[in-house]
């Protein structure tokens, strides 16, 4: 099936900040829509936006992408027999940099997303499944929800140093049950805020952003909403954390600014140890700086038998990083989100190098999001086990991933 038009548009996202989204017209009147979220806290090696740059919306305006995407993306593919692997391939080639910077990572992906959407419809198959094909899976598995609770670091305002306090369901038999324990704990959070008077105002990425006196009494006011559902769903919830250090870390220092103390790595390190052995943390993502590489490996070496060391800032879903940090044992997990590195392709080449090396993979949204669902399918294709997108009050990507669910079981069944 041939492409036949590729336009592209500026939509708004969850921030109210320009988005790109790009639609894509195959013959006999199919066409699809693939919208790119943007991040407020950027690994500084991450492939690079393209933005104007210019006093309308504070320099987000997306112009400059869409004239790329129209009169320089879309004569390269209309008119070519569709094949998202292959055109990804020459749209990489076509920009030329290692960070995107010609023509810009939001760009690219835009149009990347476009095509896998469009092959997979092109097949008669649903997303995930086309991917779950490139891959080389003859099965799939639905992802862990990492959901937010409490919204802290740049994406709130309040004393949180910790940018994301997550749960993650445990015991639960499916993605619709996992999903349902941390949506009644964080309502249950919502009540006690509301006993004691705090306000329930969210962050963000939709988690609670009042204040607390610290991250302690954040957690012990996690716990109890835990405790509480736990005794009448007999489900629970363990913690995750995204510290996002590498906003809190001062270069020329080597230090971080946790309130009102600088900290040494070796210090963060142990205050994670403390954390660790007083409330029940799965996972600690970001929990140093992106270019503190050398503490990483002893941070992984000290906790790797107790929690899951995650790189996001550290390896921006990059397959060179991902190899450096496999090799220097710093990571066990690896954050993916796919405007980090510009094309779908990339993305899946990130999760199965990862895979490779024996990390862990988490599909992540971004703290300015779409409507899109890409990620959900891709979490499921690529079977990467474990997935970040926000808080119960930004549901989109759960509720695909619901649907995705009964429809592997309706297959099942009807097998």
């Known amino acids: 099936m041939k492409i036949q038009r590729i336009l592209a548009r500026e939509i708004f996202d969850s921030s109210g900040w320009p988005a790109l989204q790009c639609e894509l017209h195959l013959e006999k009147g199919h066409y699809v829509l ?13 492939a690079i936006e393209l933005r104007d740059g210019t006093d309308r919306f ?8 869409i004239h790329t995407i129209e009169h320089i993306i879309a004569p390269l593919l209309v008119e070519q027999k569709l094949s998202a692997v292959d055109m990804d391939q020459r749209l990489i080639e076509l920009d030329g940099t290692p960070d995107k910077s010609r023509l810009g990572a939001n760009t690219l992906l835009a149009v990347s997303m476009a095509l896998y959407k469009a092959e997979a419809v092109a097949e008669g198959i649903e997303l995930f499944e086309f991917i779950a094909a490139l891959v080389g899976a003859e099965t799939v598995s639905l992802p862990f929800p990492l ?7 740049v994406h709130a305002d309040n004393n949180v140093p910790i940018q994301e306090m997550l749960l993650m369901p445990v015991g639960a038999p499916t993605f619709r049950s996992a999903f349902e324990v941390t949506a009644l704990v964080f309502h249950e959070f919502g009540n006690i805020l509301k ?14 952003a009042c204040n607390f006196k610290d991250e302690r009494e954040a957690f012990d006011l996690m716990m109890e909403a835990i405790e509480h559902v736990n005794k009448k769903q007999s489900l629970s919830c363990v913690i995750a954390l995204d510290v996002a250090s590498s ?14 103390r600088w900290l040494t790595s070796d210090e963060m390190i142990h205050m994670y140890e403390q954390l660790v052995a007083q409330y029940p943390i799965y996972s600690i993502e970001d929990g140093l700086a992106q270019d503190d590489w050398a503490s990483w490996t002893t941070l992984t070496r000290t906790l790797q038998d107790k929690v899951q060391i995650v790189g ?18 710093a990571v066990t997990a690896a954050i993916i989100k796919p405007n980090q590195v510009g094309t779908v392709t990339e993305t899946l080449q990130a999760i199965m190098l990862c895979k490779e090396r024996g ?46 669910e009964d429809t ?4 099942v069944f009807d097998t």
């Open 34 to 46: 693939a919208s790119v979220p943007a991040g407020s806290s950027v690994g500084a090696y991450e």
């Open 58 to 65: 504070n320099g987000k305006g997306l112009s400059k992408a």
């Open 147 to 153: 959901v937010e609770l409490i919204d802290g670091g």
């Open 195 to 208: 006993k004691q008077g705090r306000s329930t105002e969210v962050g963000q990425e939709g988690g609670y």
């Open 247 to 260: 906003q809190l870390y001062d270069v020329d220092k080597g230090l971080y600014k946790w309130h009102d």
């Open 312 to 329: 996001d800032d550290l390896l921006v879903t990059n397959s060179t990083r991902i190899l450096h940090a496999s090799e220097d044992k």
């Open 359 to 404: 990390l862990n993979t988490i599909v992540s949204h971004r703290s300015s999001e779409t409507d899109d669902t890409f990620i959900a399918d891709l979490a499921v294709g690529a079977s990467a086990g474990q997935i970040k997108a926000g808080s119960c009050k930004r549901p989109v990507k759960y509720n695909r991933l619901l649907v995705i």
């Open 408 to 411: 592997l079981t309706f297959q």
